[in-house]
C-alpha cells in the first residue's frame, strides 16, 4: 500500500468513481469527500497527504475550501475542475492551489500531477531534515549561502533580481507560480508593469540556464498564468 494517503473532494459520482478506482489499482490509500463540508473536516480529522478539489461543489465554492485549509496546513492541494478560463486556475492558485488540472482529463496525467507532487513533497522534506543550503536540480545548483549559482560546474554570472527569482522557483518546485505570486514576492507589488518586467527578467534568465529556447529544462511557462520549475530526473 502506497504511504500516501488523498483526499477526493467531488459530487460527480462519475468522476469520482473513476479517481478512487485509479487511486486504488495504484495502491494509493484514499479517502472520499462529496462536498465542502465533509472535505473540511475528512482534512481536519484523518490528516491526508493530497488533496484532489473539485470547485464546483453543491455546498461551497472549491476556492473557500482552498483558503480555509491553507489557514492551518501546508498540504498540497491539486484542483480538478471544469473551469478552463485563465482567470479560474489564476484564482485556485492565488488562493493556495498547487496545480490546476482541467476536466476532461486522462488517468494517466492525473497520477502524473500526483507524482510531480509527490516529488515535491519529499524534496521539502529532505531539505527540511537536512542543514545544507544547497540546492541541486540536474545540473543546476544554488548555493543559497554564498549566494551563487552553478551550471554544469561553471558559475552563472545573475543579477539580484535574476538570483531572486531562480531562488523563489527553486523552493517551490513543481508547483505554479502566477505572475501575481512572483511579483508580489520579488517587487512587494503587482502592478501590470511589474508582469511586464517579470517577463523581460525571466527571458534573461532562461537564456543563462537553458540550453534550448523550444525545449526548456528547468522553467515551464503557463501562459497566462505563470512559471514553474520542472524537476530534472
Not at 465554492?61 to 496546513?73: A, F, L, P, V
Request: proline fraction near 3%; aromatic fraction near 6%; include cysteine.
Amino acid at each position: 500500500m502506497n504511504k500516501y494517503k488523498i483526499l477526493v473532494v467531488e459530487d460527480d459520482t462519475s468522476v469520482k468513481n473513476l479517481m478512487a478506482t485509479t487511486l486504488k489499482s495504484h495502491d494509493y490509500q484514499y479517502l472520499i469527500a462529496r462536498n465542502g463540508a465533509e472535505a473540511l473536516l475528512e482534512a481536519s480529522s484523518h490528516n491526508p497527504d493530497i488533496m484532489l478539489l473539485d470547485l464546483g461543489l453543491p455546498d461551497m465554492d472549491g476556492i473557500e475550501i482552498i483558503k480555509n485549509i491553507r489557514s492551518w496546513s501546508n498540504m498540497p492541494i491539486i484542483v480538478v475542475s471544469a473551469r478552463n478560463e485563465d482567470t479560474d486556475k489564476i484564482e485556485a492558485l492565488d488562493a493556495g492551489a498547487d496545480d490546476y488540472l482541467t476536466k476532461p482529463f486522462s488517468v494517466e496525467e492525473l497520477l502524473a500531477r500526483i507524482r510531480t507532487t509527490q516529488r515535491r513533497m519529499e524534496i521539502m522534506m529532505v531539505d527540511s531534515e537536512q542543514t545544507s543550503s544547497k540546492f541541486t536540480n540536474g545540473d543546476l545548483v544554488i548555493d543559497y549561502a554564498a549566494g551563487c549559482v552553478y551550471l554544469r560546474g561553471e558559475e552563472l554570472h545573475l543579477t539580484p533580481i535574476e538570483y531572486k527569482l531562480l531562488c523563489l522557483l527553486s523552493k517551490n518546485v513543481g508547483k505554479v507560480l502566477t505572475h501575481t505570486y512572483i511579483t508580489e514576492h520579488i517587487w512587494g507589488s503587482s502592478w501590470e508593469n511589474d508582469v511586464a518586467s517579470l517577463r523581460v527578467f525571466m527571458a534573461t534568465l532562461r537564456k543563462k540556464i537553458e540550453i534550448s529556447k523550444e525545449s526548456p529544462q528547468y522553467i515551464q511557462t503557463h501562459i497566462g498564468v505563470g512559471y514553474r520549475m520542472l524537476k530534472v530526473e
